[in-house]
């Protein structure tokens, strides 16, 4: 179960971290990737990639703080949030974003270790 039970206080909460992580952290790296390759060579403002670099940084050191020391962002169980931050933070190490704050890189590396996240990557 991924999702807290619609109509519920839980499922606000999560909700409302799901937008956070679309607002902050992937409509960041998707600015800078727009601007990196995406977006035709005369569209392009390189300029902007250490501004959604100092963007995503003060997302993850926040993202960090909002994690503290739970296993997951809900809590005690994983969820959907959890899915798309380790998207969003593996996304970002292969951007070539600056580093991510000690307690993220533990997070990751526990999420990405999970077996269902492992068999999704053989596939």
């Known amino acids: 179960k991924l999702t807290a039970a619609a109509g519920t206080p839980d499922r606000a ?12 952290m992937d409509a960041t790296l998707w600015t800078a990737a727009k601007h990196d390759f995406v977006l035709p060579e005369d569209k392009r403002v390189p300029e902007i990639a250490p501004a959604m670099h100092s963007a995503f940084d003060r997302s993850a050191k926040s993202l960090a703080k909002q994690l503290g020391d739970k296993p997951f ?25 600056p580093a991510l704050p000690d307690r993220l890189k533990a997070y990751s590396k526990q999420l990405r270790a999970r077996p269902a996240f492992r068999a999704a990557g053989a596939r």
């Open 73 to 97: 962002l809900m809590g005690e169980a994983i969820s959907l949030p959890d899915l798309l931050a380790v998207h969003c933070m593996g996304w970002a190490f292969g951007a070539g974003f």
């Open 13 to 24: 909460t999560q909700d409302a971290m799901t937008l956070w992580l679309i607002d902050e």
